[in-house]
């Protein structure tokens, strides 16, 4: 059984910084492309950030970029995303999923991804 568990998010001030982890059971992250995926209330899904199987590959939305980072310890069998200056437009619960294509991770298409977390509610205050 394939399992991904979100984790780290919380309530933080404009300009705050979370960390969160995505963990894996069942399976190793090794062979995998992870992505970051977020919705926030009346909006769609949108993809975050997508990180390749080895680390040495990611790929960050326009929205997020040169605020978020994405890294992963394939010992520890966790991916984890950095958020700092957050602003309140990055309020949604944010989801990670595998995917083995290398095209929907840099697409950031979520279609592609499976093994979809519980997710974890990020909230950021004006």
Request: charged residues 20%.
């Amino acid at each position: 059984q394939l399992q991904l568990v979100e984790s780290g998010g919380g309530l933080v001030h404009t300009g705050g910084s979370l960390r969160l982890s995505c963990a894996a059971s069942g399976f190793t992250l090794d062979y995998y492309f992870i992505g970051w995926f977020r919705q926030a209330p009346g909006k769609e899904r949108e993809g975050v950030s997508c990180i390749s199987s080895r680390g040495d590959s990611t790929t960050f939305a326009d929205s997020v970029k040169g605020r978020f980072t994405i890294s992963r310890d394939n010992a520890k069998n966790t991916v984890y995303l950095q958020m700092n200056s957050l602003k309140p437009e990055d309020t949604a619960v944010y989801y990670c999923a595998d995917s083995f294509l290398k095209r929907h991770c840099l697409g950031l298409r979520g279609p592609g991804f499976s093994s979809w977390g519980q997710g974890t509610q990020v909230t950021v205050s004006s």
